[in-house]
Structure formats: C-alpha cells, structure tokens
C-alpha cells in the first residue's frame, strides 16, 4: 500500500512505506482526528521527536517558490521567507511542513545523498510545476540524479470531487497540452485530476515511473479522517511533514 494510516495516543496520521523503508526518512500526513491548530505544532514535534524550534512551515501563496534551508538557526532568528510553497534540505533532524486543505502534498526525497523536500500544490503550484521546480533545483544545488529521486504525492482533493471553471481548463491546455488527459467532462462542468497532472509533471522531469508513488486518497469523499475546505469551507488544514534522520 502506498500510504498507510497509524495512529499514536488520540492521534491518526498517514506515512509512506516507501519512503519510510529507508531508515534515513520519515515522512507524516495528518488526519483531522487529533490535529487541529491549536495543537499541530506540538504534534508534530511529538510524532517526529524534535523540538518545535525545529520544524519549518512554508509561509504559502499558491505559488512556485522554495526555500532551501540551510541553517535552522539562522532561520529561527530571522524573518521567514514569505511567498513559499516549497521546502528543501540537506540537514538531519529538521522538519519541513507545508499544510493542506485539498491542496497536494509532494514529498521528495534522495536516496543516495539525503536530501529531502516538500511542496504544497493546487491547481496554480500544479500549473506552474513546482514538482519539477523542485527536481531541478535539487539537481542544481545538491548534485542529485533523477534515478536517485523518490516522490510521494499525497492525499489532496481527487478528480471526483474538484470541480473546475473554464478558465482553469484553459489555462492548463493552453501552458501543458499533454495534461489535457487530467481533466473529465461531467454533467457540463470540468473535473480536474491533481495527482495524475503532477504525477505526469514529475515524469517529465524525469523521474522515473517506479519512484513515484500515489496515495489516490480524496480528501473530500474521506471527510471523515480529513479537512476539506472544498467540502466545508473549514479554515483548518492537514500537515505534511517530512525528516531526514540523524
């Protein structure tokens, strides 16, 4: 199974076996079954045995920019980096979280020389391909190769639920002919698959078929273990978190 749901004291969270495996990793998606704002922080730190001063949030706008940390301290002392929907790292025991309403969740890893990230895609981050973003600039500043690179897309509103406008059709066909195959016609409305264009994105990349594994976990049809803003219009979110161990 690709992701698989645990749970510790109150809490139910999701991790991926093929990350997890590898005992250099650790990756968590959050339920709304013992998560809220109140408490997510404190959670986190718990279900990753870190203090708090060592999980980095994405500060998000629905956009395409990453920050790499490098030092988590300089990064505690100064003011975030703002407009952020993507986090990347060569440091152990640092968290890195981006938090979701339906949005995607993409978890990246490197195998040989751990290196880890995270990225929250909607449609824009998806049109905009942070994924592939992400795998450059993993190539770019740590030396990775592509065959080395395992990603995670995780749970996030299916093509079930995310009903489109025109204009997001369009804008998909008119930047990426080839996702046109994401998107379904029902009932006189579109319906766009997030997974399968960000899964086809990371492909393109060149990433290979067998290092990309899906969750095809609907937050809205699962509104039972997940916050779905699309579904509720809640201003509470899922994190996902990811951890290169020390």
Same mark, same amino acid.
């Not at 909607?122 to 049109?127: D, F, Q």
């Given at each position: 199974?690709?992701?698989?749901? /645990?749970?510790?004291?109150?809490?139910?969270?999701?991790?991926?076996?093929?990350?997890?495996?590898?005992? &250099?990793?650790?990756?968590? !998606?959050?339920?709304?079954?013992?998560?809220?704002?109140?408490?997510? #922080?404190?959670?986190?730190?718990? #279900?990753?045995?870190?203090?708090?001063?060592?999980?980095?949030?994405?500060?998000?706008?629905?956009?395409?920019?990453?920050?790499?940390?490098? @030092?988590? &301290?300089?990064?505690?002392?100064?003011?975030?980096? /703002?407009? =952020? @929907?993507?986090? #990347?790292? $060569?440091?152990? &025991?640092?968290? #890195? =979280?981006?938090?979701?309403?339906?949005? =995607?969740?993409? !978890?990246?890893? $490197?195998?040989?020389?751990?290196?880890?990230?995270?990225?929250?895609? +909607?449609?824009?981050?998806?049109?905009?391909?942070? +994924?592939?973003?992400?795998?450059?600039?993993? /190539?770019?500043?740590?030396? %990775?190769?592509?065959?080395?690179?395992? =990603?995670?897309?995780?749970?996030?509103?299916?093509?079930?639920?995310?009903?489109?406008?025109?204009?997001?059709?369009? %804008?998909?066909?008119?930047?990426?002919?080839?996702?046109?195959?994401? !998107?379904?016609?029902?009932?006189?409305?579109?319906?766009? &698959?997030?997974?399968?264009?960000?899964?086809?994105?990371?492909?393109?990349?060149?990433?290979?078929?067998?290092?990309?594994?899906? %969750?095809?976990?609907?937050?809205?049809?699962?509104?039972?273990? !997940?916050?779905?803003?699309?579904?509720?219009?809640?201003?509470?979110?899922?994190?996902?978190?990811?951890?290169?161990?020390?």
């Amino acid at each position: 199974m690709d992701f698989i749901e /645990k749970s510790y004291k109150e809490m139910i969270y999701y991790e991926i076996p093929f990350f997890n495996e590898n005992k &250099n990793v650790k990756t968590i !998606f959050t339920s709304r079954i013992g998560f809220n704002k109140g408490n997510i #922080l404190n959670n986190l730190a718990l #279900l990753f045995d870190e203090p708090e001063n060592k999980i980095v949030f994405s500060n998000q706008v629905h956009g395409n920019n990453i920050s790499i940390i490098k @030092d988590i &301290n300089f990064y505690n002392e100064t003011e975030k980096p /703002k407009g =952020v @929907d993507g986090l #990347l790292t $060569d440091k152990k &025991n640092i968290v #890195l =979280v981006t938090v979701h309403g339906d949005c =995607v969740p993409l !978890f990246f890893f $490197d195998k040989k020389r751990k290196i880890i990230g995270l990225a929250h895609a +909607g449609w824009r981050g998806t049109l905009s391909d942070i +994924g592939g973003k992400m795998i450059s600039l993993m /190539k770019r500043e740590f030396g %990775s190769e592509l065959s080395d690179i395992i =990603v995670g897309i995780g749970p996030s509103i299916g093509p079930c639920c995310y009903e489109v406008g025109e204009e997001i059709y369009e %804008s998909f066909v008119g930047k990426h002919l080839f996702l046109i195959e994401c !998107f379904e016609r029902k009932e006189g409305k579109y319906h766009l &698959n997030l997974w399968r264009s960000n899964e086809l994105l990371i492909l393109r990349a060149g990433i290979l078929k067998q290092n990309i594994v899906n %969750s095809c976990l609907c937050t809205s049809c699962h509104n039972d273990r !997940f916050y779905s803003y699309r579904k509720e219009r809640t201003m509470e979110r899922m994190a996902a978190g990811i951890k290169l161990m020390g």
